[in-house]
T-cell receptor, first 114, second 110 residues
Framework: GAVVSQHPSWVICKSGTSVKIECRSLDFQATTMFWYRQFPKQSLMLMATSNEGSKATYEQGVEKDKFLINHASLTLSTLTVTSAHPEDSSFYIC??????????FGPGTRLLVL | QKEVEQNSGPLSVPEGAIASLNCTYSDRGSQSFFWYRQYSGKSPELIMFIYSNGDKEDGRFTAQLNKASQYVSLLIRDSQPSDSATYLC??????????FGKGTRLHILP
């Protein structure tokens, strides 16, 4: 299957700082990338959908000014958590989709905000 | 009505038996159906996808689709302890998204 990477895999930061997470499709061009968040023992929650070269579409209840998404190329999307607070601590997972419908997930990034 | 529904489980199955995971969906226009496996603390990984009515087999896994009943299932033959995980059903949606169910926790009993 297709390979999607995320960086970093772990991040610990102080409250009030911003954190950037990268998502890359390594062996295919991702026309659409998705960002999810998952709290312990809960299901995946879609945060936003991004298409290369256009603004991201955010799900209801997700603050677009807090979670900045940039999909600058067909292989890279970034999620920046601005002014992170302890309640933003979670498992952030991206997925990428190319020409076909199938979504492939990255390995996820664990964010801990102190 | 929830768009993709799964029994949350846990579903306990003896090692070597067949595990049967079920999923129903609400959008009759859906064309693509996916099963993902998620181990605790890890991200989901794709197991199978199916587009046509009927069965699709891949190793120990069989996906079954019945569009008339809006039902998709995953069978795991000869279940192994390593199959213990949460299984997510996903269905394509009219606004170009894939909608995930909340997942079924499967526990294979050694």
């Amino acid at each position: 299957g297709a390979v999607v990477s995320q960086h970093p895999s772990w991040v610990i930061c102080k409250s009030g700082t911003s954190v950037k997470i990268e998502c890359r499709s390594l062996d295919f061009q991702a026309t659409t990338m998705f960002w999810y968040r998952q709290f312990p023992k809960q299901s995946l929650m879609l945060m936003a959908t991004s298409n290369e070269g256009s603004k991201a579409t955010y799900e209801q209840g997700v603050e677009k000014d807090k979670f900045l998404i940039n999909h600058a190329s067909l292989t890279l999307s970034t999620l920046t958590v601005t002014s992170a607070h302890p309640e933003d601590s979670s498992f952030y997972i991206c997925s990428a989709r190319g020409v076909v419908e199938t979504q492939y997930f990255g390995p996820g990034t664990r964010l801990l905000v102190l | 009505q929830k768009e993709v529904e799964q029994n949350s489980g846990p579903l306990s199955v003896p090692e070597g038996a067949i595990a049967s995971l079920n999923c129903t969906y609400s959008d009759r226009g859906s064309q693509s159906f996916f099963w993902y496996r998620q181990y605790s603390g890890k991200s989901p990984e794709l197991i199978m996808f199916i587009y046509s009515n009927g069965d699709k087999e891949d190793g120990r896994f069989t996906a079954q689709l019945n569009k008339a009943s809006q039902y998709v299932s995953l069978l795991i033959r000869d279940s192994q302890p390593s199959d213990s995980a949460t299984y997510l059903c996903a269905v394509d949606h009219r606004d170009d998204k894939i909608i995930f169910g909340k997942g079924t926790r499967l526990h294979i009993l050694p």
